[in-house]
T-cell receptor, first 112, second 109 residues
């Protein structure tokens, strides 16, 4: 079992650009969440997807959007990138009836 | 709202016990978690405790929960160099985890 896999692992963008990050959940998991971890801070909840719909959302602007596909994989899109969007973006998955999240290794985004 | 606080740094000698403390504010939290993050890596779940428990032990790890004071602690027995990492406390009452800023544990020989 590969666990939660994320791609790319690192990427560099410039202000104003758009980025798409991808996540494949752990086998058997149907719910995917995304978290943003700025340097020196704990992860902050962005949103959660279940049955291909955004179910809950944290305090993030509409520039942050996502998608979940029928195979449960997910994408995080960020438009009009700002310097402050530089962070480690973590994907986490779980089975909808469980309480334990499994995290991926993250995608480190640097905005110049 | 949720607010989770942890001390930022802990230095411990190899072989000693480490105790990492955490306080939270959401009294409706159902589960509380400890995650470990090594440099350049994601979060690894160490252990978790249901809010109606006051203690949980798992090999070298002991979690203590004082629900009245909203205080959670993680004790690592016989701390090893491989335990050097950032440790995050997190609470949840529904769909999301709320994390503290993390405690950086340094194990010295």
């Amino acid at each position: 079992d590969a666990g939660v896999t994320q791609s790319p692992t690192h990427l560099i963008k410039t202000r104003g650009q758009q980025v798409t990050l991808r996540c494949s959940p752990k086998s058997g998991h149907d719910t995917v969440s995304w978290y943003q971890q700025a340097l020196g801070q704990g992860p902050q909840f962005i949103f959660q997807y279940y049955e291909e719909e955004e179910r809950q959302r944290g305090n993030f602007p509409d520039r942050f959007s996502g998608h979940q596909f029928p195979n449960y994989s997910s994408e995080l899109n960020v438009n009009a990138l700002l310097l402050g969007d530089s962070a480690l973006y973590l994907c986490a998955s779980r089975f909808s009836g469980a309480n334990v999240l499994t995290f991926g290794a993250g995608s480190r985004l640097t905005v110049l | 709202g949720e607010d989770v606080e942890q001390s930022l740094f802990l230095s411990v000698r190899e072989g000693d016990s480490s105790v990492i403390n955490c306080t939270y504010t959401d009294s409706s939290s159902t589960y509380l978690y400890w995650y470990k993050q090594e440099p350049g890596a994601g979060l690894q779940l160490l252990t978790y405790i249901f809010s109606n428990m006051d203690m949980k032990q798992d090999q070298r790890l002991t979690v203590l929960l004082n629900k009245k004071d909203k205080h959670l602690s993680l004790r690592i027995a016989d701390t090893q160099t491989g335990d050097s990492a950032i440790y995050f406390c997190a609470e949840t009452n529904d769909y999301k985890l709320s994390f503290g800023a993390g405690t950086t544990v340094t194990v010295r020989a």
